[in-house]
């Protein structure tokens, strides 16, 4: 899998950027804040449908374009090839002010082949797989962010898990909303009967895939970590269901929602107290420990920076196992935070792949005797430069 052309207009740093690619390795060289990241944030929406970067989705909108359009309009498109029939994918990003207001509201549109679709169907026509220096918060990070990072890498090779997210996630709205009536005596109890059925049912649909994809991921990570030069260190990746429940391995489905119902209608008093949803994928977790302790407390931070390497390569590797075509790396100035051990694997993996991405803020980072046959490109407020293009 690989992109052969990619177009910018209004995206952050860029007015306009048209590239052409083939399969290979690709390397921006330019300062911090020189537009670099969001090259790679841009192609990585476009597997996704999310930016990298919290923050509202207006803010991909160019400044510039603010200043200068009535409208203004952001537009990623890109051409992707692979073992499949090449496919256009497009995300829009349209901005109008409020009528009564200075406020800016902005809307999103995707398009495969031309063709307007929901965001479920854009959503692995193009996989990609980030290494960031961001990554860390995977490890030390908030249980969103973990969730997070499980949902991405799911939804890349699982449409049907992204439509069971969006539907969980409207029914949790609305059973939250219930459940603030119920704790302002507007209701009765019984009104939760049909949500916390379609809770189950739904979530039970997540919590085994989250349980699979984990268990992968694991198998794959602790291999790489030990071969990253952690044979000491025992290191192991658990999944964590948001409720008191253990998940065997061969469970059936039917028997999961059974048991999944049972604890959300038996936690009814306490929700309507709280006005929310206790239980629930929206509660999961995932434990990364190290001897068996938790890592974000007792791990050094290299020893968390190849916890996450391991997981990335693993990442890698299981993607490609399952839709039998490796997916597009994108590499965010990461090379210069490794030492020369995890930087040699990264490299390896790369020469593995059909192409890859890598930002880095120093041509001596992305030397010759790293990347003999590297395509380099020179970035600078937004404007990029070829320096060198292998034939």
């Known amino acids: 899998m690989h992109l052969t052309h990619l177009l910018m207009q209004n995206v952050r740093t860029y007015r306009e950027l048209k590239l052409d690619f083939d399969p290979g390795i690709y390397i921006f060289i330019g300062k911090n804040a020189s537009g670099k990241s969001n090259l790679l944030d841009a192609i990585s929406q476009l597997a996704t449908t999310k930016s990298n970067r919290h923050g509202k989705e207006i803010e991909v909108v160019s400044w510039d374009a603010f200043q200068e359009e009535e409208f203004p309009t952001a537009r990623i498109f890109a051409e992707v090839g692979g073992l499949k029939s090449p496919v256009n994918l497009e995300i829009v ?9 200075s406020e800016w509201q902005s809307s999103r549109r995707f398009r495969v082949n031309g063709i307007n679709r929901r965001a479920s169907d854009l959503v692995g026509n193009l996989r990609v797989v980030m290494f960031s220096v961001d990554d860390l918060t995977i490890i030390n990070g ?3 962010d973990r969730r997070r990072y499980l949902d991405i890498t799911i939804s890349q090779f ?18 939250n909303s219930l459940l603030r009536n119920l704790k302002d005596q507007n209701g009765t109890i019984d009104e939760l009967d049909f949500w916390d059925q379609e809770m189950a049912e739904i979530g039970a649909v997540i919590l085994l895939e989250r349980q699979l994809i984990v268990e992968k991921l694991a198998t794959g990570a602790v291999k790489n970590y030990s071969e990253l030069g952690f044979d000491n260190k025992n290191f192991s990746i658990n999944y964590l269901p948001g409720m008191p429940l253990k998940l065997e391995r061969e469970i059936e489905i039917f028997d999961l929602v059974g048991r999944m119902h049972e604890i ?7 929700d309507v ?34 916890a996450v390497l391991a997981l990335r390569l693993s990442e890698v590797n299981l993607s490609t196992e399952i839709t039998g075509e490796s997916p597009v790396l994108l590499l965010d100035d990461i090379l210069s935070e490794l030492d020369s051990n995890h930087r040699d694997k990264v490299i390896n993996m790369s020469y593995q792949v059909d192409q890859v991405f890598i930002t880095v803020p120093d041509e001596n980072i992305a030397h010759e005797q790293y990347f003999p046959t590297a395509n380099k490109y020179e970035v600078t407020d937004g404007d990029v430069r070829v320096l060198q293009v292998e034939n």
């Open 264 to 270: 959300i209608r038996e936690g009814r008093h306490g």
């Open 93 to 101: 990003i349209s901005s109008i002010k409020h009528l009564n207001s």
């Open 142 to 144: 908030s249980p969103a």
């Open 158 to 175: 699982n449409r049907e898990y992204v439509r069971a997210l969006q539907r969980y996630n409207r029914i949790l709205l609305q059973r």
């Open 273 to 306: 107290w709280r006005g929310s949803s206790r239980f629930g994928p929206h509660r999961d977790d995932v434990d990364f420990l190290i001897n068996g302790k938790n890592a974000s407390s007792v791990a050094s931070r290299g020893e968390q920076r190849t």
